[in-house]
């Protein structure tokens, strides 16, 4: 249901509007990632960072989650292992199947890629003013639990 007051209200303007700055919220969060000691690929924080939420994926889920085929997936999960990021091991009952996680090293990357996003956002909000900043979280936490009870289906 799009409920909608007026034209500076209307759901659809305000899309356009926010494309902007997800853009430019973007660039800030890619940028800050490469401030890491170890710069990985947009691809490779992905894959670190679901596996942090869900260790012990085997490749075929991971591949799901981000929407890539398995070789991919597979090549993706060789160079983070390489890099000493990524651990595998044996699924205790299915002998062909691996388990993937984040290694201690790659917890810590993410640790520190999270925190120079945080300080990143941190001084961008930092030239907000106040209420603007409320205004903010505001709406993002309601954009958040919007999305959670909307359905999901593929853009047209």
Same mark, same amino acid.
């Given at each position: ?32 990632? =490469? ?28 591949? =799901? &989650?981000?929407?890539?085929? #398995? ?7 060789? !160079? ?38 945080? &300080? ?17 979280? !505001? ?15 593929? #853009?047209?």
């Amino acid at each position: 249901m799009t409920r909608s007051t007026g034209p500076d209200d209307d759901p659809h303007t305000i899309a356009r509007d926010l494309a902007g700055a997800v853009d430019s919220l973007t660039a800030l969060w890619s940028l800050a990632a =490469q401030g890491a000691a170890l710069r990985l690929s947009p691809h490779q924080l992905r894959a670190l960072r679901i596996l942090e939420a869900a260790p012990g994926l085997n490749l075929t889920a991971l591949a =799901q &989650r981000m929407d890539i085929g #398995p070789p991919t997936a597979s090549r993706l999960c060789d !160079r983070l292992e390489a890099a000493g990021l990524l651990e595998r091991e044996a699924h205790p009952h299915r002998r062909r199947e691996v388990r993937l996680r984040p290694s201690a090293h790659g917890r810590r990357v993410l640790a520190e890629v999270a925190e120079l996003r945080t &300080r990143a956002l941190a001084s961008a909000m930092a030239a907000m003013a106040p209420g603007d900043r409320a205004a903010m979280r !505001r709406g993002l936490v309601a954009f958040l639990l919007a999305g959670e009870a909307a359905p999901r289906s593929a #853009p047209e």
